[in-house]
């Protein structure tokens, strides 16, 4: 997915933007990139590959030449960012997340034009960060750019421009990633994770709504484009990806995994002797349901934290598997002849589920029961890159649909039922799931708990992979 942090105070900035930047390595683990304004208005910019070490170790050396009152900073999916363009605006830094699922046609039409051309690159097609930059600077200044750019692009982009007179942060006009507006004496900062405020000293001083754009500076933060009422906020920042301790449309994410367990444990009635997590996302939802039921939370399986990443973030499949091996440590003493229950934050394509509940029956389980956090995923994402699989055969539910109807083609099956918690249909579905997972059993979130448990109504929040409503 991907997040950005930027500050423009009155006096240095980069120890914020450091620190910032770093509170959103939970989200992505490719590319990071800070870029200040010093004090001659030049911008001064940075990109490493994090892929092998953290973002921390990569640009603690490059901070001492990185000097100025106001910067931005991004950990990215795959994309060089932030990027520094010359454009008729005059010079800016840019960094977004999101997807642009009409990226092809953008740079066609600027090809047309006959004077464009792209020069950063990535995984061989243009880097879509540019593409971006290429909207905003076909209008007269940068808040009509920024309006522009987000009127043009299918998919969903947040954005931060570094220039001469502040920082601008455009949030995407559905809503589907947050902006959060931080406030201390001397400074504004505008983040994705609201992590990044307490340990810097910033207060939250509002929310950006979707589709709003603001001019951060260090006395100000003024409006450019009022935000307008629909929103379609992505409801996995609360389920996974989110860290526990931020809020989105003020709603705290750890406060909605525990009443999420609670609520899921209400549609169960399973005879377990444990409670656990599947680490670091389904701790929270796994508390709420232990508490529920009565049950001991207990840590069948420990994180080794210090050298190993979030599993979805690899894009090969064989290091996604060998990332969630090597980080998961079982505990025999808490798992020999126990009926466990795990909470895991979602049943994405499911293999290293299975090896997990393998390994666990390995340590002596007597039973071996898996909760997702959320319903069946039966839809790829087409608006955040969270889950770039290939195909969306990927994901476990689809191969159960596939093996029920003999066919997955949306033009021939009718997924309604499969939609429907309980329905026959979705019966015969959690069978096969945990059939092919090798569990005792395998059951999710409905989606009704879920969105009572995140506590927005229905018709704001994004729920596409679930019921292909977005």
């Known amino acids: 997915m991907g997040g950005f942090y930027g500050v423009a105070t009155s006096g240095e900035c980069i120890g914020d933007l450091f620190y910032g930047t770093d509170y959103h390595s939970h989200l992505g683990t490719r590319r990071g990139g800070l870029a200040v304004l010093d004090e001659s208005n030049a911008i001064i910019g940075v990109i490493h ?19 100025g009152h106001s910067g931005i900073g991004v950990i990215s999916d795959y994309e060089d960012q932030p990027l520094i363009v010359s454009s008729h605006l005059g010079t800016f830094a840019i960094a977004t997340v999101g997807k642009l699922n009409n990226a092809a046609e953008i740079k066609q039409g600027a090809f ?46 947040s954005i931060l421009l570094l220039t001469e007179d502040g920082i601008y942060a455009s949030r995407d006009k559905m809503g589907r990633t947050p902006i959060v507006i931080g406030k201390k004496e001397g400074a504004h900062a505008a983040t994705m994770e609201t992590s990044a405020f ?3 000293d910033y207060e939250i001083e509002r929310y950006v709504g979707p589709g709003e754009i603001v001019l951060l500076t260090a006395d100000a933060v ?33 406060v909605v ?9 209400s549609l169960d009635d399973v005879e377990i002797d444990a409670v656990g997590g599947v680490p670091d996302s ?28 979030r599993s979805f973030m690899p894009q090969i499949q064989g290091v996604r598997d060998l990332v969630a091996r090597m980080k998961l440590i079982p505990i025999r003493e808490l798992i020999e002849n126990k009926r466990l229950l795990l909470c895991d934050d979602s049943i994405v394509r499911g293999t290293q589920l299975r090896e997990t509940g393998k390994r666990l029956f390995d340590s002596g389980a007597a039973e071996v029961h898996v909760r997702a956090s959320c319903p069946p995923l039966l839809h ?14 990927d994901l476990a539910a689809r191969r159960a649909v596939r093996e029920i109807e003999g066919t997955d083609d949306p033009a021939v099956v009718d997924y309604a039922p499969y939609y429907q918690y309980g329905s026959d249909k979705y019966t ?43």
């Open 380 to 393: 790829g994402c087409k608006f955040l890159n969270f889950s770039m699989s290939t195909s969306e055969l």
């Open 282 to 309: 389904g701790i929270g939802h796994a508390i709420g349901y232990s508490h529920a039921v009565q049950a001991p939370y207990t840590r069948s399986f420990v994180k080794y934290t210090p050298g190993w990443a």
């Open 112 to 157: 047309q034009s006959r004077n464009a051309h792209f020069t950063e690159m990535s995984c061989g097609e243009v880097n879509p960060t540019e593409l971006v930059a290429s909207l905003i600077s076909r209008k007269d200044s940068f808040a009509e750019g920024l309006e522009y750019a987000q009127s043009r692009i299918d998919g969903s982009c």
């Open 257 to 265: 995994r525990y009443k999420n367990g609670a609520l899921m444990a």
């Open 222 to 254: 003024v409006q450019k484009k009022a935000p307008q009422e629909e929103m379609k906020i992505c409801a996995f920042l609360w389920v996974y990806y989110g860290y526990p301790s931020s809020s989105y449309e003020g709603i705290n994410t750890e």
């Open 198 to 200: 307490p340990n810097l």
């Open 428 to 470: 015969k579905m959690l069978g096969i799931i945990s059939r092919d997972l090798g569990l005792t059993s395998a059951g999710f979130q409905s989606l009704e708990n879920l969105i009572e448990a995140i506590g927005l109504p229905k018709d704001k929040v994004c729920t596409y992979c679930w019921d292909a409503k977005g």
């Open 49 to 67: 590959n994090i892929s092998n070490d953290q973002f921390k170790s990569k640009f603690n050396k490059e901070l001492a030449r990185l000097t």
